[in-house]
């Protein structure tokens, strides 16, 4: 007897079969899909893309919210990225899940570390020594060398060269986990940002050939690497001025939606006496950032050295009235009010401006990397 | 959505990345120099004059060492290997007319060296240490030398004749004063423990001679001492003498320090590896006595002096003081008559723009701006802007080392000797700087042999700004040496400033300005006589013509270690028309002389009313 599709049975059989296989087709894009997003966010991670891999893995996390390694890989790619706040978020939701709690202890004691607890940054490379081939072991030395630097340019950003340097144990921690890092992290991307670690610290030995050698190798491999080519222009703008100036033409052209860019040239652009040029920039900035502080300084600052301190005067009350306390300001509302023959309001600027330097002189003496 | 891209912008700045990598970035550029004048010309600013073009094969200054006699080298020392920082200071240049004659005579100091050499002494750093200060070495003295100048660029050495043939203590710097009025200048030399008075008296053959008259006149002074300046600081005519003092060292204290460079274990120690003494200032009672009154004055041992000049700088008639120091607080002392106030910080003359203390070692004065005003220059240790403190009138300075285009050269020099000299005679004051480092294992890829620097004063838009002309200079110009004393002076009376160079360790060199060449232009020279050969530093002298004013000053010390011309020359450009010429003598009247032919020197008489034409 035939197969006849007219009747209620086939038509029930029909359309379940369909959803059947509507059901398995989805089940199975979703799956495609989500691997995909995996396998994305794979790729940026080798890349060192950690914003793009971000992107991936919520995508993937969408349709599996409930995935506690995709949660845990976002904590990381997040925290990797500097992105403190957005892995802190992540982590906590890989808290419900309880097979997670070794692999998330590591994250948290990663995430001090990368911001400057070397106390356990010391004890996560000890693992690291007993296991150097676990899964994620790489990441430790990573998290230590992002932590360290950190923690040594301490409030005011310096990466401030010192010989004592040579003889602290976690300076040498430091260069012992950079060579580890460039001796198994063979991908490129993770290559040239050993290259950029080491070269940093070499800079902060004052080792000027290694450190330029190493921050122009990783350009080469990577030109876009920001940090690396900040860095170079850093080392060489003491003997090579043009070659740092054309470092930081080169970051603008890439990045002219950073305005860190912008008063950098502008800075450099004042130290080369070119007011009108240094003014320009700034005036531009201050059109979108109107109530910044380095911009409100800086414009001041022009304006000082143009020999016009009232002008100068506005600028600098604009960023004090931010609430900003900075030495650089003190310093130059001092001088400001000293033209000005105001001279007990520049007696307290300056005051202010001595504390500030008794204090980076405390630290400096000390010469010991304390963890917060 | 401005505010949001404000915020946006804002936040990150405030991102931690972005805060450590712009503070990173503002520290070390702000702290950095620029872009060479001639590779970049984007943007505004970049719209200087263009500078005079030299003829073929033809360059501002000419070596002319080889063929002058001048043959000399200042010997640090540093062969015997015991990294003393002793051995990093070099030695001055004095140029004056010891004879009469009318032509600059050079006078150099000659340093010293040790004696065993380290090698002598136990390798490992400790055990050396430990055995230099239970026995130190000997140091002696290296002969100093004085040329006399022949006239055509022709010099004979003639420090046997003159009693200047020792035996010599460690030396450094030369100063020049008629200490005891008698209308010929002597000669002061420091050094390591030790300052010596020379006293230019007949040789009883028509030459002259000097002969030591340091313990005679009580000129006792035990400390390290380095640039040395003279003027009449009480107004009673003799010129007093301030001696810069840099650290209490000896063998006993001896120390190497680990290299921060990684090219070598060890070099020699910072400065502030080394407490700072009191320096001295010696009145002169008469030229009879000398008598240190620096408890007087309340000095205090916080500066590590190496430059000192004096002028006046706040136009009071009286010269005051300004001292370099190395690492520390400049010192600026304003003369109220007789008594020294020092008010550094409060004018704005003590620190950077950084509100930072410098490695300062020359140093010169000069009104770079057509204010009529001293500016205060200094030269300073690589790391460092150098510094250039526009004189606002009222005892008030202002640092405008960036607006003038100094922080453009950038900071590696580590920068000695300098002076202001109008090079191409166009009545714009320019500056001459020797460059050398102090370190054998430099940082940041810097050297020890370091090119010197001649900075044009231009106009940019209104401001004046100092341009590098290296490239116009020739071939000296182009060569790093160790560069460290430096005298600017008319070596053949053609009113263009010759400049003769101290190194460390290689040979004095004598640069003939031929700027004339290129770029030919009038001049008129000066030489100012108090009444009675009374000194007059801080006297100030004015040309004025055809609305204009041009403003020079009679200084004692400036640049390092050296002592430059002090006649007064100034440049006029293509004017013929010399206009008028005012004398403010130091703690007396005013003089003025006319009708003056230009091209020409003339000595200026206190109280004479005619001009003598030299």
């Known amino acids: ?372 | 959505m401005g505010m949001q891209h404000a915020t946006d912008t804002t936040r990150g700045l405030r991102h931690p990345g972005a805060m450590l990598i712009v503070a990173i970035g503002f520290v070390a550029l702000a702290m950095s120099g620029a872009i060479w004048v001639a590779v970049h010309s984007s943007g505004p600013g970049h719209e200087a004059p263009a500078l005079p073009k030299n003829p073929d094969g033809l360059a501002w200054f000419r070596d002319v060492t080889a063929d002058s006699g001048v043959s000399f080298t200042y010997r640090t020392g540093r062969d015997a290997g015991h990294l003393t920082i002793l051995e990093s200071l070099g030695g001055g240049v004095a140029l004056f007319d010891y004879d009469g004659d009318g032509l600059l005579d050079i006078f150099v100091t000659g340093g010293g060296d040790f004696d065993p050499p380290r090698c002598d002494y136990p390798d490992d750093p400790k055990s050396y240490i430990d055995a230099v200060h239970k026995k130190p070495p000997a140091i002696r003295g290296r002969p100093c030398k004085l040329f006399k100048n022949l006239g055509n660029w022709k010099f004979k050495d003639v420090t046997k004749e003159t009693g200047l043939d020792g035996p010599w203590f460690y030396t450094h710097g030369a100063a020049v004063a008629d200490y005891d009025r008698d209308g010929w200048p002597d000669l002061l030399v420091t050094g390591l423990g030790r300052i010596v008075l020379l006293h230019n008296e007949p040789d009883g053959d028509g030459g002259r001679r000097f002969v030591d008259v340091t313990e005679k006149l009580g000129l006792k002074d035990t400390a390290w001492a380095t640039s040395a300046g003279w003027a009449d600081l009480d107004g009673d005519g003799w010129p007093d003498l301030y001696a810069c003092h840099y650290l209490e060292w000896t063998f006993a204290n001896h120390k190497i320090c680990p290299a921060r460079s990684a090219g070598a274990p060890w070099d020699v120690c910072p400065p502030q590896e080394f407490p700072a003494p009191v320096h001295a200032l010696f009145r002169n009672e008469q030229g009879k006595q000398f008598r240190n009154i620096a408890k007087e004055h309340y000095f205090a041992a916080v500066n590590k002096g190496l430059g000192v000049v004096l002028a006046d700088l706040n136009d009071d008639g009286r010269p005051d003081i300004y001292v370099a120091g190395d690492g520390t607080e400049k010192l600026l002392f304003f003369n109220r008559g007789g008594t020294l106030e020092e008010k550094a910080k409060a004018a704005g003359a003590a620190l950077d723009d950084l509100g930072k203390p410098n490695g300062s070692m020359g140093l010169d004065i000069g009104d770079y701006d057509g204010s009529g005003r001293p500016a205060l220059w200094v030269t300073n240790f690589q790391g460092d802007v150098h510094n250039l403190y526009q004189n606002l009138g009222k005892e008030l300075f202002h640092h405008q080392a960036r607006a003038t285009g100094i922080a453009a050269l950038g900071q590696h020099w580590v920068a000695f000797g300098t002076s202001f000299l109008d090079i191409d005679n166009d009545g714009w004051e320019d500056l001459a700087i020797v460059n050398g480092h102090v370190l054998y294992h430099p940082i940041l890829g810097s050297s020890l042999k370091q090119k010197p620097l001649l900075l044009h004063n231009q106009e940019q838009r209104g401001r004046r700004f100092f341009k590098d002309v290296c490239a116009l200079g020739g071939p000296y110009f182009a060569t790093p040496a160790v560069g460290r004393g430096l005298a600017v002076g008319d070596l053949d009376n053609d009113g263009w400033p010759d400049l003769v160079v101290s190194h460390s360790d290689s040979p004095v060199a004598l640069l003939r300005n031929e700027t004339a060449k290129c770029t030919p232009a009038h001049w008129i020279g000066v030489k100012l006589v108090g009444k009675g050969h009374r000194d007059v530093v801080g006297s100030t002298i004015i040309r004025e013509c055809e609305g204009r004013r041009w403003t020079r000053f009679a200084k004692g010390g400036g640049s390092y270690l050296s002592a430059s011309d002090s006649r007064i020359l100034f440049g006029m450009g293509e004017s013929q028309a010399v206009g008028r010429i005012t004398v403010k003598w130091s703690w007396g009247s005013t003089q003025t002389w006319e009708n003056l032919t230009p091209d020409s020197y003339w000595e200026l008489s206190e109280g004479e009313p005619k001009a003598k034409r030299l």
């Open chain 1, 1 to 372: 007897m035939p197969l006849s599709l007219g009747g209620r049975k086939t038509r029930w059989l029909a359309a379940g079969l369909l959803l059947v296989l509507t059901a398995g087709a989805s089940f199975g894009g979703w799956r495609l899909w989500v691997g995909y997003q995996e396998r994305q966010a794979q790729a940026a991670l080798a890349a060192r893309e950690f914003d793009k891999a971000l992107i991936h893995l919520k995508r993937a996390m969408f349709l599996r919210s409930n995935d506690a390694d995709l949660r845990l890989l976002a904590a990381q790619a997040a925290r990797r990225g500097k992105d403190y706040s957005e892995s802190m978020e992540h982590a906590r939701v890989c808290e419900q899940s309880r097979e997670m709690a070794v692999a998330l202890a590591l994250e948290y004691a990663l995430w001090r570390v990368q911001n400057g607890d070397l106390t356990e940054g010391t004890r996560q490379l000890a693992v690291y020594r007993e296991q150097p081939d676990a899964p994620d072991a790489a990441l430790i030395l990573e998290a230590y060398l992002e932590g360290f630097l950190k923690r040594l340019t301490g409030d005011d950003g310096l990466d401030e060269p010192s010989p004592k340097l040579a003889t602290m144990p976690e300076f040498k921690d430091a260069q012992w986990a950079a060579a580890q890092w460039l001796d198994r992290r063979t991908g490129k991307a993770d290559h040239v940002q050993g290259l950029v670690w080491r070269g940093r610290l070499y800079g902060l030995l004052s080792d000027h050939p290694r450190a330029v050698a190493d921050l122009r190798k990783a350009l080469e491999l990577d030109p876009e690497h920001f940090e690396a080519r900040l860095h170079l222009a850093a080392q060489v703008a003491q003997g090579s001025p043009a070659e740092a100036e054309s470092h930081l033409q080169f970051l603008l052209k890439r990045h002219p939606d950073r305005p860190m860019i912008r008063l950098l040239l502008a800075t450099f652009r004042r130290n080369m006496g070119e007011l009108e040029a240094a003014r320009q920039l700034l005036d531009e900035l201050l059109v979108t950032n109107p109530a910044s502080p380095p911009l409100l300084v800086e414009r001041g600052m022009v304006e000082l050295d143009a020999g016009r301190p009232e002008q100068a005067e506005s600028w600098l009350r604009k960023a004090e009235a931010t609430g900003f306390d900075r030495p650089e300001l003190a310093l130059a509302l001092g001088r400001c009010m000293r033209l000005a023959g105001r001279l007990d309001e520049a007696q307290r600027y300056e005051t202010r401006f001595e504390q500030f330097e008794a204090q980076r002189q405390r630290a400096r003496e000390a010469a010991v990397v304390k963890s917060p």
